[in-house]
T-cell receptor
Framework: AQSVSQHNHHVILSEAASLELGCNYS??????LFWYVQYPGQHLQLLLK??????LVKGIKGFEAEFIKSKFSFNLRKPSVQWSDTAEYFC????????????FGTGTRLTIIP | DAGITQSPRHKVTETGTPVTLRCHQT?????MYWYRQDPGHGLRLIHY???????DKGEVSDGYSVSRSKTEDFLLTLESATSSQTSVYFC???????????FGPGTRLTVT
């Protein structure tokens, strides 16, 4: 079975700092990769996704992620964070094409200090 | 938000009582999912459905059952609630063709 690792459990940054959140998955075959964001008290929202093609994908709110197949990684980046980016971020993967069961990482809590 | 609602939004119940959570969607999506969210575990799949009366287990299905008698409704039942089932439960739908899942607002369940 596939698994997803997010090694950063809590990240604290100042506004305007650059962000990179790590995500590694374990599965040798074809994957679809996702980043979701959960703002305090809200449900999950899709930030961006990778299915195929250009390994650098851009999402909403200035976020981007790079798929590096050789490293089994899909790290999330943002060049300059804002206080409103304070949230929990989840990486997820699907490998069972057809039923699309998502396997999530444990999440990274991001706190932005004004 | 893909027209997903969950009810109730909050519930407190006692150990041993049955509990049913409802997920309702308005867009006729075939696939629906139930996840639970717990600190340190992220979201974990409980059960999912790929059509009316078609369901299958996820990774944490013990103690839960589901039913889907109509396309728009997916019910999650805790037959005899335990304190370990205190959690936030999220329903999701799959937008076919896009491989994207969209989540409902969640139900916070506390089992005392």
């Amino acid at each position: 079975a596939q698994s997803v690792s997010q090694h950063n459990h809590h990240v604290i940054l100042s506004e305007a700092a650059s962000l990179e959140l790590g995500c590694n998955y374990s599965y040798g075959g074809t994957v679809n990769l996702f980043w979701y964001v959960q703002y305090p008290g809200q449900h999950l929202q899709l930030l961006l996704k990778y299915f195929s093609g250009d390994p650098l994908v851009k999402g909403i709110k200035g976020f981007e992620a790079e798929f590096i197949k050789s490293k089994f990684s899909f790290n999330l980046r943002k060049p300059s964070v804002q206080w409103s980016d304070t949230a929990e971020y989840f990486c997820a993967v699907t490998t069972n094409f057809g039923n699309e069961k998502l396997t999530f990482g444990t999440g990274t809590r991001l706190t932005i200090i004004p | 938000d893909a027209g997903i609602t969950q009810s109730p939004r909050h519930k407190v119940t006692e150990t041993g009582t049955p509990v049913t959570l409802r997920c309702h969607q308005t867009e006729n999506h075939r696939y629906m999912y139930w996840y639970r969210q717990d600190p340190g575990h992220g979201l974990r799949l409980i059960h999912y459905s790929y059509g009316v009366k078609d369901t299958d287990k996820g990774e944490v299905s013990d103690g839960y059952s589901v039913s889907r008698s109509k396309t728009e409704d997916f019910l999650l039942t805790l037959e005899s609630a335990t304190s370990s089932q205190t959690s936030v439960y999220f329903c999701a739908i799959l937008k076919e063709g896009s491989y994207e899942q969209y989540f409902g607002p969640g139900t916070r369940l506390t089992v005392t």
